[in-house]
């Protein structure tokens, strides 16, 4: 369900490899180049939802290129390759994965200087720069066919060919989304209006009440923080923040407040009847008053304070900080509010991890899933299984998909750990420790995920290495205690992402036992950290038709077990016993919503009821293909957390221009559609199919009034094929993140409720349209100067010119557009955009917020002079 990565053109030095050992940089044999050019022809072919594209290859080199010396590896999103209609000069095979490799055909001949071009077809569409070959690296081969060279493929040696043409940027003709033109952008922006300052929200996520008063208070260190006995953490944490503002230290003290100051304490609260992570914030004559249910309660109202402090002040910090008076009543919509980060597919650093920390803290997310194991990688260190590191936590080029070693993915080239790739890398126990320090901090509950039984093959390669190393010592036993496949399985498969060896035997003891020792070791980090561990996400997502069919163990396994009957039935027999195991560790049980259903004779997933009432925890993606999933499950009293892919996927692509990047098997998920969610209602808020297509929801279960409390909460998702590195990752995240923290956080909001659609509609743009004034006027240019500023995105301007005129719009109101009409890019200092204005020439637009940062240039065609 997650199939794609970002094709960013990556600056590669030439570097060569004899075999699979990377050699020095000076060995580097600077004849042997390839010049690369991918273009996408078409999706409008005559294959349904296929695709056409074409390489062009450029013998730059001194070497004749034959039928048998060279073949090019790429990453590319997993699509299949279908066979050649005529007779090409190479053929692009699917490997494994995302890896594949271009391959000479019988009398092939490219000499020195020369070109070819190749064309190949495949199945799903590819619309986005981000689905472009990736990673690209040659591998020579000597008269014998063994790898001789392997040189990569430098930036200035390697062309995408832009996508301008109908046919690159829609999906096929079942594509019903409107072309991403300058022209179609402005005209959705007129849904949209500028409001003054007095209109914008004052926080996001929204308070239950919020009441403002008339006067000012001046905020700087001579008011001390006063805080409770056991808010020592909070009140340091508040200290630190308005130090960074006002550069000027707040001295805190324990106990109650004496005179004028800011004072932090706890006592029963109750907001809207809930009594948890509830506070109460007073700004007044006499300081700052935060009272909490709880500690959390408090530090949420500290957030709160934060967010009051005008953004002017954030952009250029005072000593002084001048605050309105107001009181504010608040408590959380939903316990459970979390946000998921895929850091296996790539890599991302540990200060990365606690920059995201310190925003979700900020917006009130207080889970975060963390997923450290896929195929592509396991990132975190545990004891006793060195290989799970030393395997699993790099990729390189490997002569097969056999060795116990993971090959390239997602660009990730021919060398570990190779400056600007994401590919490598781990988290040790201390970094694993110092995060968990740094979210308990902030009240951010970090959850751990190992998946299975799909999504394994790192954990299979790295177990896979340390049976042979065992087995060479002679030590059998030892070498089988963590193995996790049959080595007799003869089944065939192929998993969403193209993998036909990344799940385990569930016959093996060895497996289950592998799962409690690497959950065991996870629980001893939590007890260094002084937390307890008490929930576990198992995975169990998209386990593949036709797994353990070939597999004698399993075999074996369904003789001893007839009730099972069939072998797309194993899932839930593996889940049912890995869910006793965790259960006698006394964890909560947190998995994919796959984990919860079993196949159907014809091979539809229906719900499961038996692990209701047996701490197991949903999470509910799939509201596009299975419409009333959620529903159902909440219904059938499972606890239940909403995680819809048309709503709270950051990785999905902002909208179908094809320079944005990410995915779009979904559709496109902008801001609004995290912000515009019902979740006891999907249906208010889901009106389309991923390719644009009216959705009906007749004859579809609702959820029933009584189920509401089984809606424990809602997440958010960050896959990570399209992501490269922190700036990508913010990019996808902000401000994304803001609309689903107002969606996890806030009351109820009145167009929920409203059956008709027209008045419906009315309510959620009124609404919208003050969310995305306080986007562009207050949140974005904050969060260009928090913990040094994130990397958040500035949508590109809408634009048209009739008769002459240009008239231009942005969908956040608030951003200022300047242009120029001479074909240069934009600046701060270019023309303002203020109302319709007769141009000429290339006329060029970005937008811009009040701290500089700007979008992406927009091009329309003026009339020539």
């Not at 424990?712 to 922190?726: A, F, H, M, N």
């Given at each position: 369900?997650?199939?794609?990565?970002?094709?960013?053109?990556?600056?590669?030095?030439?570097?060569?490899?004899?075999?699979?050992?990377?050699?020095?940089?000076?060995?580097?044999?600077?004849?042997?180049?390839?010049?690369?050019?991918?273009?996408?022809?078409?999706?409008?072919?005559?294959?349904?939802?296929?695709?056409?594209?074409?390489?062009?290859?450029?013998?730059?080199?001194?070497?004749?290129?034959?039928?048998?010396?060279?073949?090019?590896?790429?990453?590319?999103?997993?699509?299949?390759?279908?066979?050649?209609?005529?007779?090409?000069?190479?053929?692009?095979?699917?490997?494994?994965?995302?890896?594949?490799?271009?391959?000479?055909?019988?009398?092939?001949?490219?000499?020195?200087?020369?070109?070819?071009?190749?064309?190949?077809?495949?199945?799903?569409?590819?619309?986005?720069?981000?689905?472009?070959?990736?990673?690209?690296?040659?591998?020579?081969?000597?008269?014998?066919?063994?790898?001789?060279?392997?040189?990569?493929?430098?930036?200035?040696?390697?062309?995408?060919?832009?996508?301008?043409?109908?046919?690159?940027?829609?999906?096929?003709?079942?594509?019903?989304?409107?072309?991403?033109?300058?022209?179609?952008?402005?005209?959705?922006?007129?849904?949209?209006?500028?409001?003054?300052?007095?209109?914008?929200?004052?926080?996001?996520?929204?308070?239950?009440?919020?009441?403002?008063?008339?006067?000012?208070?001046?905020?700087?260190?001579?008011?001390?923080?006063?805080?409770?006995?056991?808010?020592?953490?909070?009140?340091?944490?508040?200290?630190?923040?308005?130090?960074?503002?006002?550069?000027?230290?707040?001295?805190?003290?324990?106990?109650?407040?004496?005179?004028?100051?800011?004072?932090?304490?706890?006592?029963?609260?109750?907001?809207?009847?809930?009594?948890?992570?509830?506070?109460?914030?007073?700004?007044?004559?006499?300081?700052?008053?935060?009272?909490?249910?709880?500690?959390?309660?408090?530090?949420?109202?500290?957030?709160?304070?934060?967010?009051?402090?005008?953004?002017?002040?954030?952009?250029?910090?005072?000593?002084?900080?001048?605050?309105?008076?107001?009181?504010?009543?608040?408590?959380?919509?939903?316990?459970?509010?979390?946000?998921?980060?895929?850091?296996?597919?790539?890599?991302?650093?540990?200060?990365?991890?606690?920059?995201?920390?310190?925003?979700?803290?900020?917006?009130?997310?207080?889970?975060?899933?963390?997923?450290?194991?896929?195929?592509?990688?396991?990132?975190?260190?545990?004891?006793?299984?060195?290989?799970?590191?030393?395997?699993?936590?790099?990729?390189?080029?490997?002569?097969?998909?056999?060795?116990?070693?993971?090959?390239?993915?997602?660009?990730?080239?021919?060398?570990?750990?190779?400056?600007?790739?994401?590919?490598?890398?781990?988290?040790?126990?201390?970094?694993?420790?110092?995060?968990?320090?740094?979210?308990?901090?902030?009240?951010?509950?970090?959850?751990?995920?190992?998946?299975?039984?799909?999504?394994?093959?790192?954990?299979?390669?790295?177990?896979?290495?340390?049976?042979?190393?065992?087995?060479?010592?002679?030590?059998?036993?030892?070498?089988?205690?963590?193995?996790?496949?049959?080595?007799?399985?003869?089944?065939?498969?192929?998993?969403?992402?193209?993998?036909?060896?990344?799940?385990?035997?569930?016959?093996?003891?060895?497996?289950?036992?592998?799962?409690?020792?690497?959950v065991d070791e996870i629980t001893r980090l939590y007890k260094e950290a002084g937390l307890p561990m008490d929930v576990m996400h198992a995975g169990g997502d998209e386990v593949p038709e036709g797994v353990w069919t070939k597999s004698p163990i399993a075999a074996k396994l369904l003789k001893e077990n007839p009730s099972i009957k069939d072998p797309k039935n194993l899932q839930a027999y593996f889940f049912g016993k890995l869910r006793e195991r965790l259960a006698k560790r006394k964890l909560e049980v947190h998995a994919w919503e796959e984990a919860v259903l079993v196949k159907a004779a014809d091979g539809k997933l229906v719900m499961n009821p038996e692990f209701v009432g047996k701490g197991v925890v949903p999470y509910v993606w799939n509201n596009l293909f299975d419409l009333d999933l959620g529903n159902r499950l909440a219904n059938a009293g499972y606890p239940v957390v909403l995680c819809n892919v048309s709503n709270f996927y950051f990785d999905m692509a902002y909208n179908n221009d094809p320079q944005e990047p990410g995915l779009y098997w979904a559709g496109y998920v902008d801001t609004r559609n995290n912000w515009a969610f019902a979740p006891f209602d999907m249906f208010k808020t889901t009106y389309k199919t991923a390719m644009g297509k009216p959705l009906t929801f007749a004859g579809l279960e609702h959820m029933k009034p009584e189920a509401r409390k089984n809606i424990r909460g809602v997440e958010s998702q960050l896959w990570s094929e399209t992501v490269k590195g922190r700036d990508m990752a913010e990019y996808d995240i902000l401000p994304k993140l803001l609309g689903f923290a107002e969606s996890a956080w806030a009351p109820e909001r009145p167009w929920e409720t409203i059956e008709n659609r027209q008045a419906r509609e009315k309510s959620i743009s009124t609404g919208w349209n003050v969310f995305a004034n306080t986007l562009a006027q207050k949140d974005l240019p904050r969060l260009a100067r928090i913990n040094g500023g994130y990397n958040y995105r500035l949508p590109l301007p809408g634009a048209l010119i009739e008769n002459g005129t240009l008239k231009a719009n942005v969908e956040l109101p608030g951003l200022a557009i300047h242009y120029t009409t001479d074909g240069s890019e934009p600046t701060a200092q270019s023309l303002l955009y203020k109302n319709p204005v007769k141009v000429s020439g290339t006329v060029k637009l970005k937008s811009f917020d009040v701290a500089g940062r700007s979008s992406r240039s927009v091009v329309v065609a003026g009339i020539n002079p």
């Amino acid at each position: 369900m997650r199939t794609s990565f970002y094709a960013v053109l990556l600056l590669l030095a030439v570097s060569w490899v004899n075999g699979c050992r990377q050699a020095d940089k000076a060995g580097i044999d600077e004849g042997l180049q390839l010049a690369v050019s991918w273009e996408l022809v078409s999706n409008f072919t005559d294959i349904k939802d296929g695709f056409e594209a074409r390489f062009t290859l450029t013998n730059k080199s001194d070497l004749p290129l034959t039928d048998a010396n060279w073949a090019l590896f790429f990453n590319m999103s997993p699509r299949p390759i279908l066979p050649a209609k005529t007779p090409q000069p190479a053929t692009v095979q699917h490997i494994n994965g995302d890896w594949y490799k271009l391959i000479p055909n019988k009398g092939f001949s490219l000499k020195p200087g020369a070109s070819t071009e190749i064309l190949y077809q495949g199945t799903e569409a590819v619309t986005k720069v981000t689905d472009a070959p990736l990673g690209l690296y040659v591998v020579f081969y000597d008269k014998d066919g063994k790898e001789e060279n392997i040189v990569q493929i430098a930036q200035a040696n390697y062309t995408i060919v832009p996508f301008t043409r109908k046919e690159q940027m829609l999906r096929g003709t079942a594509d019903l989304e409107p072309l991403p033109t300058p022209s179609a952008t402005y005209r959705n922006n007129l849904a949209v209006s500028l409001l003054p300052t007095e209109q914008l929200q004052e926080i996001i996520p929204s308070p239950v009440r919020l009441t403002t008063g008339s006067g000012t208070l001046a905020l700087n260190s001579s008011l001390p923080i006063y805080a409770d006995k056991g808010l020592e953490s909070e009140a340091r944490f508040l200290s630190q923040k308005l130090k960074a503002i006002t550069g000027k230290a707040f001295p805190v003290t324990t106990g109650s407040l004496t005179g004028k100051g800011i004072s932090l304490k706890t006592s029963k609260i109750n907001v809207n009847g809930i009594a948890k992570e509830a506070y109460r914030l007073g700004i007044d004559g006499n300081g700052v008053s935060i009272t909490g249910s709880d500690a959390a309660g408090v530090f949420y109202g500290v957030q709160s304070l934060l967010a009051l402090i005008p953004t002017a002040t954030y952009l250029s910090p005072s000593a002084d900080i001048s605050l309105n008076y107001v009181q504010i009543e608040d408590a959380p919509r939903f316990e459970f509010r979390g946000m998921h980060l895929d850091v296996s597919r790539n890599f991302q650093t540990k200060e990365t991890i606690l920059r995201l920390l310190d925003l979700l803290a900020f917006y009130k997310v207080n889970q975060f899933l963390f997923y450290t194991t896929e195929d592509e990688g396991w990132r975190l260190e545990i004891d006793g299984l060195p290989e799970l590191t030393q395997v699993g936590a790099q990729r390189e080029h490997t002569s097969g998909k056999e060795t116990s070693v993971l090959h390239p993915a997602y660009g990730s080239g021919p060398k570990a750990y190779d400056d600007g790739k994401y590919g490598s890398g781990y988290y040790t126990k201390a970094d694993f420790v110092e995060i968990l320090k740094y979210a308990k901090e902030r009240h951010i509950k970090v959850i751990p995920e190992v998946n299975l039984p799909g999504h394994a093959r790192a954990a299979i390669k790295a177990m896979e290495a340390r049976y042979e190393r065992l087995m060479k010592e002679g030590k059998e036993k030892e070498a089988n205690e963590y193995r996790l496949i049959d080595p007799d399985d003869k089944s065939v498969y192929l998993s969403a992402q193209g993998y036909t060896d990344n799940v385990v035997s569930v016959g093996r003891e060895s497996t289950y036992h592998f799962y409690e020792k690497v959950v065991d070791e996870i629980t001893r980090l939590y007890k260094e950290a002084g937390l307890p561990m008490d929930v576990m996400h198992a995975g169990g997502d998209e386990v593949p038709e036709g797994v353990w069919t070939k597999s004698p163990i399993a075999a074996k396994l369904l003789k001893e077990n007839p009730s099972i009957k069939d072998p797309k039935n194993l899932q839930a027999y593996f889940f049912g016993k890995l869910r006793e195991r965790l259960a006698k560790r006394k964890l909560e049980v947190h998995a994919w919503e796959e984990a919860v259903l079993v196949k159907a004779a014809d091979g539809k997933l229906v719900m499961n009821p038996e692990f209701v009432g047996k701490g197991v925890v949903p999470y509910v993606w799939n509201n596009l293909f299975d419409l009333d999933l959620g529903n159902r499950l909440a219904n059938a009293g499972y606890p239940v957390v909403l995680c819809n892919v048309s709503n709270f996927y950051f990785d999905m692509a902002y909208n179908n221009d094809p320079q944005e990047p990410g995915l779009y098997w979904a559709g496109y998920v902008d801001t609004r559609n995290n912000w515009a969610f019902a979740p006891f209602d999907m249906f208010k808020t889901t009106y389309k199919t991923a390719m644009g297509k009216p959705l009906t929801f007749a004859g579809l279960e609702h959820m029933k009034p009584e189920a509401r409390k089984n809606i424990r909460g809602v997440e958010s998702q960050l896959w990570s094929e399209t992501v490269k590195g922190r700036d990508m990752a913010e990019y996808d995240i902000l401000p994304k993140l803001l609309g689903f923290a107002e969606s996890a956080w806030a009351p109820e909001r009145p167009w929920e409720t409203i059956e008709n659609r027209q008045a419906r509609e009315k309510s959620i743009s009124t609404g919208w349209n003050v969310f995305a004034n306080t986007l562009a006027q207050k949140d974005l240019p904050r969060l260009a100067r928090i913990n040094g500023g994130y990397n958040y995105r500035l949508p590109l301007p809408g634009a048209l010119i009739e008769n002459g005129t240009l008239k231009a719009n942005v969908e956040l109101p608030g951003l200022a557009i300047h242009y120029t009409t001479d074909g240069s890019e934009p600046t701060a200092q270019s023309l303002l955009y203020k109302n319709p204005v007769k141009v000429s020439g290339t006329v060029k637009l970005k937008s811009f917020d009040v701290a500089g940062r700007s979008s992406r240039s927009v091009v329309v065609a003026g009339i020539n002079p």
